[in-house]
């Protein structure tokens, strides 16, 4: 009997000191984008390639902003007071604002201001605590993205700017004319290649926030137009001198528009892709997939119908196309070691670092 009670404790603790041994490391990373060689013949588009699949991997950006975002609203409504705050160094993420929320009486926002008070001011407070960051809404990310400043092992996190060391190398690269798109780390444990968790990662441009909503509205105005002039035309029983009505010039002319109307992603950024880092025949190895995409303007010829001729006749119009480089990297690296891997159109350095706990 005592043997059926003791022995799961014992595979517990077993377990426990498994996790506390397992290697922790620091990844850093530093994207830039490289001017593309003239001379280059080489064809780096990801056309030919599938496009990458995010499914099992870990936003990790979109979690630090979302943990910086519950500070600042439990600050703002008066739940925890910061500056009563000490000793957080012994506490983790948001615990280490959790475990000594102070509540203020000094702001309930639930209470009728006072007569004193204008409404206006209070109403704004009330507004600025409700503000919540969608980073999918930003036109840009900051080259190296928010982060709280943690010190454990006790989940995946991403790294704050005090936190990253290659600080130095960011500035030479810009005092070379060089474009950093994205500066950033994580804290992660060993892992094989089945169980790492790859790591979502964007920076530079969110494209689908720079194709502002007045743009498509714009757009849709131009569609209406046209099809209203299409029916005017219908009416009136123009007729191309092939025989062909113009109904049937208009189904030409949209159908080549949807052609080249560029399909852009919930989030398409300028430098988008996924990166794993795992344990390999007792080395360290990486895997990253990264786009690197770019609005273009291309000049696509389409017919149109003209109504005086009474014929389709050719247009040039020009179009936002979605250009997209892959770069794909799949080799051991060594830690501690400063690692650069190169390819025309972007350049990474890459430093793992073992995480001492």
Same mark, same amino acid.
């Given at each position: 009997?005592? @043997?059926?009670?003791?022995?799961?404790?014992?595979?517990?603790?077993?377990?426990?000191?498994?996790?506390?041994?397992?290697?922790?490391?620091?990844?850093?990373?530093?994207? &830039?984008?490289?001017?593309?060689?003239?001379?280059? *013949? =080489?064809?780096?588009?990801?056309?030919?390639?599938?496009?990458?699949?995010?499914?099992?991997?870990?936003d990790i950006i979109a979690e630090a902003y979302q943990?910086?975002?519950?500070?600042?609203?439990?600050?703002?409504?008066?739940?925890?007071?910061?500056?009563?705050?000490?000793?957080?160094?012994?506490?983790?993420?948001?615990?280490? &604002?959790?475990?000594?929320?102070?509540?203020?009486?000094?702001?309930?926002?639930?209470?009728?201001?006072? =007569?004193?008070? !204008?409404?206006?001011?209070?109403?704004?407070?009330?507004?600025?605590?409700? *503000?919540?960051?969608?980073?999918?809404?930003?036109?840009?990310?900051?080259?190296?993205?928010?982060?709280?400043?943690?010190?454990?092992?006790? +989940?995946?996190?991403l790294l704050s700017e005090e936190q990253l060391e290659?600080?130095?190398?960011?500035?030479?690269?810009?005092?070379?004319?060089?474009? !950093?798109?994205?500066?950033?780390?994580?804290?992660?444990?060993?892992?094989?290649?089945?169980?790492?968790?790859?790591? +979502?990662?964007?920076?530079? *441009?969110?494209?689908?926030?720079?194709?502002?909503?007045?743009?498509?509205? $714009?757009?849709?105005?131009?569609?209406?137009? =046209?099809?209203?002039? &299409?029916?005017?035309?219908?009416?009136?029983?123009?007729?191309?001198?092939?025989?062909?009505? =113009?109904?049937?010039?208009?189904?030409?002319?949209?159908?080549?528009?949807?052609?080249? @109307? !560029?399909?852009?992603?919930?989030?398409?950024?300028?430098?988008?892709? $996924?990166? $794993?880092?795992?344990?390999?025949?007792?080395?360290?190895?990486?895997?990253?997939?990264?786009?690197?995409?770019?609005?273009?303007?291309?000049?696509?010829?389409?017919?149109?119908?003209?109504?005086?001729?009474?014929?389709?006749?050719?247009?040039?119009?020009?179009?936002?196309?979605?250009?997209?480089?892959?770069?794909?990297?799949?080799?051991?690296?060594?830690?501690?070691?400063i690692h650069y891997f190169d390819h025309p159109r972007?350049?990474?350095?890459?430093?793992?670092?073992? +995480?001492?706990?």
């Open positions: 009997m005592i @043997t059926k009670y003791v022995l799961p404790i014992v595979l517990l603790n077993a377990s426990f000191m498994a996790n506390a041994n397992l290697r922790w490391f620091d990844i850093e990373l530093i994207f &830039f984008e490289r001017q593309l060689d003239s001379e280059l *013949k =080489e064809d780096l588009s990801a056309d030919d390639f599938a496009a990458i699949d995010y499914s099992k991997t870990k943990e910086i975002q519950n500070i600042k609203y439990k600050e703002c409504t008066g739940e925890l007071d910061i500056t009563l705050l000490q000793d957080e160094s012994s506490l983790v993420g948001e615990d280490r &604002f959790e475990r000594k929320v102070i509540e203020s009486s000094e702001a309930n926002f639930s209470e009728t201001p006072p =007569e004193d008070e !204008p409404l206006s001011e209070y109403d704004d407070n009330q507004l600025d605590c409700e *503000k919540n960051t969608n980073i999918t809404k930003l036109e840009s990310l900051p080259l190296t993205p928010e982060a709280l400043t943690q010190e454990h092992t006790d +989940y995946i996190y290659l600080n130095e190398t960011v500035k030479r690269l810009k005092q070379r004319g060089l474009k !950093p798109l994205l500066h950033t780390g994580w804290r992660q444990p060993e892992s094989n290649i089945r169980n790492a968790t790859p790591m +979502y990662l964007y920076g530079g *441009k969110n494209l689908s926030a720079v194709v502002s909503e007045d743009e498509n509205d $714009k757009s849709l105005e131009q569609m209406l137009e =046209e099809y209203t002039q &299409f029916e005017t035309s219908y009416e009136m029983g123009y007729t191309s001198e092939e025989g062909l009505t =113009e109904s049937y010039a208009q189904d030409v002319t949209d159908t080549n528009k949807n052609q080249v @109307t !560029p399909l852009l992603t919930q989030q398409t950024w300028q430098l988008q892709g $996924k990166f $794993k880092v795992f344990i390999r025949h007792n080395y360290l190895n990486i895997e990253a997939d990264f786009d690197l995409n770019d609005l273009t303007e291309q000049t696509v010829e389409q017919l149109d119908f003209d109504q005086v001729q009474g014929s389709l006749m050719p247009e040039q119009l020009t179009e936002t196309v979605l250009k997209t480089d892959r770069f794909s990297q799949f080799r051991r690296v060594i830690s501690s070691e972007l350049g990474v350095i890459m430093q793992i670092r073992r +995480y001492n706990h």
